[in-house]
Structures are given as structure tokens and as C-alpha cells.
């Protein structure tokens, strides 16, 4: 299926450009199709998914006709989709959601880590840890279906055919203990077994002393979407403190692939990354061992 997040985004983008180009505004296309100026408003923030039928009459009243409007109709289709996260509700968290709706479909993704390792790559031990100490005022099994959920996401991006994945982990999270030793180590263990045994899945790290270009250090972690319409729009989700940003306009996305370009040039070679990881685990393993 295609992300309908991003379908919506298109949608919203393509709706508003028609809108603008006969030159009406939200109350005036509203009156047009008997709508609340409000319901082409929404419809044009992406923030919820559409009713087709609503879709349908807009692109009508709009002029729209022959192909054109079934490719618009197609995506509203999509936009309106329920994804496979849609049954956990909230127990995947709105967090979780948002970046398993950006998978769907994408052709390549392509993430930066700087303290943790990515949902994707993470082992239940590991995902356990990390959750309880984000969820802290959550009941157990809300927890446990979370990475329940968790479990279901890694599946299926990594489904034969899915998108190919680029990983660049600062060296911080290889080093800095984000859980106990025993599942630190498991989960390096677990990361060189991933880098070397999928050829979709590529995992570099960025050294402390890593010099990058413009010394344009990164301030968050941050993933980039592609997806196989070039219609639809490329994402960047920049992970903050509280919540997930989604951007999908060029002005937002560049300075983010640039970014990520730069840091993949200052980063150690894929042999390199999974010689040091691995090193990293026998090391600690050692420690642990009684």
C-alpha cells in the first residue's frame, strides 16, 4: 500500500494548487460545492483522512475531468486508507505510528541516530528497555504491545522487496549504555547480524572526531522517505524531545538531505562500522561476563 500520510500531503498540495489557480478561496470553492469553508480547509492541511465522495465533488466543482480526475481520485483513495497500525490504536503510540504510515510504500529510507538505536533495528529486549523509560506513567501491557507492534513494523519493512535502508548511528550510540550491558551487547550483536546479513540494509557510524563538511553537526535525528510515484512527495520526520516533525515541501526537505548526504561522506566505510560495532560487543561482552 501506498503511506497515506503522504497521499494525503499530495492531495492536500494538489487540491490547494487547483483551488488557487481559478482563484477562489476556502469559502468560495465551499459555497460551489455546498461544503463549509472549514471541510476544504481540513482538506487541505493533510492532517486527516478525507472522505472520497467529498473529494470527488470538489475536484468536479474545480473543473476536473478525464484522467486527471481518477489519478486525483486514486490518491484520495489512498489517502483514506486504514494501515495495518490502525489496529493497535493507541497502544503503538502516535510516535510509532506516524513513522510505520511513513514506511508503507516507500522505496528507500534513510535515517540518522544520535543516542539510540532505530526502531527498526531494535531487538524486543532493547525495545522494552527504551520503552519503559518513555512510557514511565504506562500500564505494563501497554508497553508490551507496543513493541508488540513493534515487532509487526520490523516485519514488515523488511519484507522481501520492501524499501532499502540506510543507517547512519553516531558513535555515541554505540558506546553510551541507552540499556543494561547484557542487552547493549545482544543488540550490537543483533545490529552486525542485520548489516551483514541483508544487502537492503547499510549501517555507517560517525565517529566523534569525524569531520563534517561546513561542520554542519546535526542537532536531532532525523529520516528521509522516498516513495516510488514521483508525484508524491519526498519526507523528511526530524525526531524531537515530544514529537515528530513531518516535512514534505523541497524548501523543508533539502537542508536535510544535504545534511544527511554530508554526514554519510564524514562517516566511516560499511566495513569499518561493522568492525568497530562488533568490537564494541566483544568488549562489552567481556565486561559482563562473570
Known amino acids: 500500500m501506498n503511506s497515506p500520510l503522504v497521499r494525503r ?12 489557480a481559478m482563484g477562489l478561496n476556502h469559502e468560495q470553492l465551499g459555497k460551489a460545492v455546498g461544503f463549509h469553508r472549514l ?13 472520497v465522495t467529498d473529494v470527488m465533488k470538489i475536484l468536479t466543482a474545480l473543473g476536473v ?17 486504514r494501515g495495518w497500525w490502525a489496529e493497535y490504536g493507541d497502544d ?31 531487538i524486543p529486549e532493547y525495545a522494552l528497555q527504551r520503552g519503559v523509560q ?45 540499556a543494561p550491558p547484557e542487552v547493549m551487547t545482544a543488540q550490537l550483536q543483533h545490529l ?20 563534517i563538511s561546513s561542520y554542519e553537526v546535526p542537532r536531532s535525528p532525523f529520516s528521509l522517505f522516498s516513495y516510488p510515484d514521483p508525484g508524491d512527495p519526498p519526507v523528511a ?4 524531545e515530544t514529537a515528530d516533525l513531518v ?20 562517516a566511516l566505510s560499511v566495513g569499518d562500522s561493522i568492525e568497530l560495532i562488533r568490537t564494541t560487543a566483544d568488549h562489552l561482552s567481556t565486561e559482563t561476563t562473570p
Do not use: C
Not at 475531468?65 to 486508507?81: F, N, P, Q, S
Not at 552486525?192 to 569531520?211: C, G, M
Not at 524548501?251 to 536535510?256: A, F, G, L, N, R
Open 9 to 20: 500531503k499530495r492531495l492536500a498540495s494538489e487540491v490547494r494548487a487547483l483551488r488557487e
Open 39 to 51: 471541510k476544504i480547509s481540513r482538506l487541505e492541511t493533510g492532517e486527516r483522512p478525507p472522505n
Open 65 to 81: 475531468d478525464g484522467e486527471r480526475w481518477h489519478e486525483l481520485v486514486r490518491i484520495a483513495e489512498d489517502a483514506a486508507e
Open 92 to 122: 503503538m503510540g502516535p510516535r510509532q505510528r506516524v513513522y510505520a504510515d511513513l514506511e508503507a510504500g516507500a522505496t528507500s529510507v534513510r535515517t540518522y541516530e544520535i543516542f539510540v538505536f532505530p526502531g527498526l533495528l531494535q
Open 134 to 178: 518513555a512510557e514511565g506513567g504506562r500500564p505494563p501491557e501497554y508497553v508490551e504491545r507496543n513493541i508488540e507492534a513493534r515487532a509487526v513494523r520490523q516485519k514488515m519493512f523488511h519484507r522481501p522487496g520492501g524499501p532499502e535502508y540506510e543507517v547512519i548511528l553516531d558513535e555515541l550510540a554505540i558506546r553510551r549504555l541507552s
Open 192 to 211: 552486525v547480524k542485520i548489516a551483514t546479513s541483508n544487502p537492503r540494509t547499510s549501517v555507517r557510524v560517525l565517529t566523534v572526531d569525524a569531520r
Open 237 to 240: 520526520a526530524v525526531d524531537t
Open 247 to 266: 516535512f514534505t515541501t523541497p524548501d523543508e526537505v533539502t537542508p536535510y538531505v544535504r545534511r544527511f548526504d554530508r554526514l554519510l561522506d564524514a
